[in-house]
């Protein structure tokens, strides 16, 4: 297994474009989870998945961005008219279903919106 | 609500220094706090998960603590190296994993 990978790994993009990013976890894992990083700050949670049910969402999750993990296995994040505060690094991160266990990370999603 | 606080913010020390990087935690019922490195512009590194039932995980030079009662977790870096520089992060459970801001080290030769 090669880890979560997320694509792409850089998006530039327009402001008031919209955009989608790809989380594929560690096959194994039921749980996904999306976090948005800003320069000099911890990673903020945005939504997880357990297997396909969308469980949970943070107020930072606007009514622009929505999420998805069809069928339990990949996730989509996409974040429609895209404002200049959106640009950002988007993690996924995935883990076992029991309590929250070990999270395991991808590379991120690195956005700027111009 | 959990909230998760690092000192300090950033570390400069000269390669072959003993460390110790400090986290607190707001909501001490806590099952498990886990330790991450960042390198610039990557993705998070799980170095270590302590379980509510452990005091201490160690991996390799690094060795990681946790006291629920105080609401704290030190990480320890014996013999660091510049290999080492990087942000450590801490993550304690609430609604999902709460992050820190981080502890920026750099590590000079």
């Known amino acids: 297994d090669t880890g979560v990978s997320q694509d792409p790994r850089h998006k530039i993009t327009k402001r008031g474009q919209n955009v989608t990013f790809r989380c594929d976890p560690i096959?194994?894992?039921?749980?996904l989870y999306w976090y948005r990083q800003t320069l000099g700050q911890g990673p903020e949670f945005l939504t997880y998945?357990?297997?396909?049910?969308?469980?949970?969402k943070s107020r930072l999750l606007s009514d622009r961005f929505s999420a998805e993990r069809p069928k339990g296995s990949f996730s989509t994040l996409e974040i429609q008219r895209t404002e200049q505060g959106d640009s950002a690094m988007y993690l996924c991160?995935?883990?076992?279903?029991f309590g929250i266990g070990e999270l395991f990370f991808g590379e991120g999603s690195r956005l700027t919106v111009l | 609500k959990q909230e998760v606080t690092q000192i300090p913010a950033a570390l400069s020390v000269p390669e072959g220094e003993n460390l110790v990087l400090n986290c607190s935690f707001t909501?001490?019922?806590?099952?498990?706090l886990q330790w991450f490195r960042q390198d610039p512009g990557k993705g998070l590194t799980s170095l270590l998960l302590?379980?509510?039932?452990?005091r201490e995980q160690t991996s390799g030079r690094l060795n990681a603590s946790l006291d629920k009662s105080s609401g704290r977790s030190t990480l320890y870096i014996a013999a660091s190296q510049p290999g080492d520089s990087a942000t450590y992060l801490c993550?304690?459970?609430?609604?999902?994993?709460?992050f820190g801001k981080g502890t920026t080290l750099s590590v000079s030769s």
């Open positions: 096959s194994e894992h039921n749980r």
């Open positions: 909501d001490s019922a806590i099952y498990n």
């Open positions: 998945f357990q297997n396909e049910a969308q469980l949970e």
């Open positions: 991160a995935s883990s076992f279903e």
């Open positions: 993550a304690a459970p609430g609604t999902a994993l709460i």
């Open positions: 302590i379980q509510s039932s452990q």
